[in-house]
Structure formats: C-alpha cells, structure tokens
C-alpha cells in the first residue's frame, strides 16, 4: 500500500471505498447491496461498486437522487404533491432488506437545498416519506441487517461548507476532510478502523458495567439530568445485525450510545453547534425539559423550523438517543461544521429528538410497543440529533445508589 502522504486522490476513493465494503458494511459473499446515492457521487458509488462486487456481491442496485430535480417539485407541483410519497419503492427496499440484501447509503447532498422552500412543505413531504418508509427503516433501526453510510463530496456540499473559495478548491477541502475523519490517511485504514472499533467496544462495555441511572450534564447554558431508559445498552463502533453480520453503521463514527428514558429529562439544555436540518440552519438552540417533554424551545435563528420538528408528534419533543463523543475526535478537531449530521453528531456528545433505537435495550427487538415505551424507550416518526458537547462541557455517571461519579470532564473521558 502507498504511503499516506503519497497517496493520489484516485487511491484514497478506492481506500474509502473498500473500508465502507469491508469494515463498515462488512457485505457477504453472494449478499445482494441496495445503495442509494446522489448523481454528484457517481465516481464514488462506481468505487463501491466494484469493491462489492470484489467483496462478492451476487449484485448491486444503485438508487441515484438528483438535488436539482427535488428542488423542482418545490418550485412547480400541485399542493398535494407534498403529502405524497413513493411507497411502492420504499416497499420494494422493504422486500430487498428482508430477502437478504445489505444496505449503503452515501451521504453528501447539498446542505441547504431546501432552505429558501416553505418549512411547511418540507416537513409534510418529509413526514410522507417517514411513513412511507418506516417498514423498510425499522429492519435497520433494529439492526436486522447489514448497512452503513458513508459521504462523499458534492460540489454544492463543498461550497455550502467552504463558501469563501473557488468551487475546485472547496471541493478539494471536503475530500480531504472527509478522507482525514474517516481514517483514510493512516497506513492501513483497514487496521485503523478495527482499532478504533475495539476501542469504541470497550468504552461501551465499561459504561454496561456501570449501569448507571441518569447523566447530569454541566456547562454553559447547559444544566440538566437525562435519566437513562431500563434494561438500557451502551453501543459504539459495530454490531453484529440480525442476519448475522457484523457492521459498522456510520462511517465515520465516534459515539457510545444508548436509549435515555422518555419522561426522565429536567432541566435546561443549549446546543453547542448550530443544527443543519432539512436544508436550515437552526443555531442558538435552547430548551427546557420537564419530566422528559420539551416545555419550550427557542432558537435564534431558524425558531419555525424547530417549533414544526417538535411538532410533528409526541414523541418529537422527547429524547430518543443520547451520545458521548469526546472532545479530542478527529472531526471536533478537525474545526470544520460539516453541515452534515453523519459528521457534526462525531463532533461532540449529543442527544436526539424522536425515536429511540430499540437495539439499545436489552432484547429490545423482542419486545412490543407496549413494553418498549414502559422501559422508556421513545417512538416517534423524527429521529434528529443535535450537538451539547464542547470543550467545557462536564458529565457525571449518576449510579443506582444515587451517588455522582465524573464521568467526561472539560469534554473528555474521565
Ligand atoms: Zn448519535
Ligand atoms: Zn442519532
């Protein structure tokens, strides 16, 4: 293998590539891969392509998207067009996942798309495709089979980001940013991301052992207590799916994780980095929770857009996921707002609005609705991260015997 530094921009695609084949979908031989990506991709899901079908794939379908095209539905289509969505292919994704095929997602679209269109569209067409969706979603929220998702630069990504430079060279930035945070430029990115995913491992083991019953998280603006759900699970790094594979599901990925309880937050909470959503800065974000419900929401720029995502049900003003992310990650030092939650949620510890990640209770996938919501784990149709680590962020462990142990200080492990 070429050395880091030698390494020309043709290899370090095929590096990205055959890590998010072999480490982060670990794709079967004979296993069928449904990715979808964005035209703008088209060099890096040739990449993968050829990877899979090295790695053995019996065969890959791709599912290409094009920002210009979904911008026009906007500009031009009926009212009701934007409660309308294409469930018969999310029923056909469905079908693939449960007969057996992976699922690779490249990631890169252009951050503020939809940003100039009317919130009140963007969020009905965006509750039309959960829905439509949620069947083919649900197999990979409960990790029943393999997947992952990897970004790849796009020119409109790329100028979002670096707006102050010429179009090649923001382009060229995005690709390097993305190579460095997903361990591209090491020796062997294979070794790399192994490594790195035992250490995820053990750092969740750890907190399994400790079993503690809530954070409580200090800092500037930030003064809360986020009580975790019953029977919870920490996870980071891989998981073995229910189809037996093991997968690493974001690349890049930082966190430990686990599902907090539902009606157990209090306090008030501000974001540390502004929220990319649906096409919309929401920055300046503060809430005050009670009993596990949001009871207000401000933000100062992009407060309608928050008030609409907290609205979409019940469980959206509820906490679904809560993160640990320290603050001496490659891409919280990488300085960059990627405008992209796969990175900016590796950024810093954070926690998300909506539906809870039934993996991360114990037997989780066997248990009903019912049962779910009685150990705390949220339901809801959102799932949308946002940033409250930074470098003068403290948490403490809460154990059952209620006593406070330091658990991050000055946003890093204790
Ligand atoms: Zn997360
Ligand atoms: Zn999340």
Redesign the pocket.
């Known amino acids: 293998m070429t050395a880091p530094t030698e390494r020309t921009h043709s290899e370090k695609l095929d590096l990205l590539a055959q890590v998010a084949i072999r480490v982060g979908l670990g794709l079967r031989p004979g296993q069928e891969l449904v990715m979808t990506a964005s035209l703008d991709s088209l060099p890096l899901a040739r990449r993968i392509t050829e990877q899979a079908y090295r790695a053995g794939a019996s065969l890959v379908t791709t599912l290409f998207t094009d920002d210009e095209s979904a911008l026009l539905r906007y500009l031009y289509a009926p009212d009701e067009s934007f409660d309308h969505a294409a469930s018969w292919l999310y029923e056909g994704m469905g079908a693939a996942f449960r007969s057996g095929a992976a699922r690779l997602a490249i990631a890169g679209g252009n951050p503020s798309l939809l940003s100039q269109q009317d919130p009140a569209k963007v969020s009905r067409a965006n509750r039309a495709v959960s829905k439509a969706y949620r069947p083919a979603l649900e197999l990979i929220t409960r990790h029943e089979i393999n997947w992952t998702i990897v970004a790849g630069a796009t020119p409109a990504w790329a100028a979002a980001m670096f707006p102050e430079d010429a179009p090649e060279v923001a382009l060229e930035k995005l690709w390097e940013a993305i190579f460095f945070t997903s361990r591209i430029n090491t020796p062997d990115p294979v070794a790399a991301w192994r490594q790195h995913d035992a250490g995820l491992q053990s750092r969740a083991a750890i907190l399994n052992e400790k079993r503690y019953s809530a954070l409580r998280y200090k800092g500037p603006g930030t003064d809360f207590t986020l009580g975790l759900a019953d029977d919870h699970l920490w996870m980071g790094g891989g998981t073995v799916a229910g189809n037996g594979q093991y997968c690493i599901p974001n690349m890049p990925t930082e ?1 430990v ?1 686990t599902t907090p309880h539902k009606d157990r937050a209090d306090g008030i909470v501000t974001a540390s980095k502004p929220l990319s959503h649906q096409g919309t800065l929401i920055d300046g974000i503060q809430v005050r929770f009670e009993a596990g419900r949001i009871v207000e929401a401000r933000a100062t720029q992009g407060q309608e857009v928050l008030q609409r995502l907290i609205d979409t049900d019940e469980g959206a003003r509820r906490l679904g ?1 809560v ?1 640990l992310v320290p603050h001496s990650s490659p891409i919280a030092q990488s300085g960059l707002l990627f405008l992209n939650t796969l990175f900016d ?1 590796n950024a810093a510890s ?1 926690i ?1 609005l909506g539906q809870a990640y039934t993996s991360c209770l114990k037997d989780g996938d066997k248990l009903t609705p019912a049962e779910l919501a009685a150990k705390g784990a949220n339901d809801s149709l959102i799932h949308v ?1 946002w940033m409250i680590g930074s470098g003068s962020l403290d948490i403490d462990g809460i154990t059952q015997a209620g006593t406070a142990e330091p658990l991050m200080r000055q946003g890093e492990w204790v």
Request: glycine share 0%; charged share 50%; hydrophobic share 40%.
């Open positions: 966190e994780f996921e993160a949620e954070h998300a991260d």
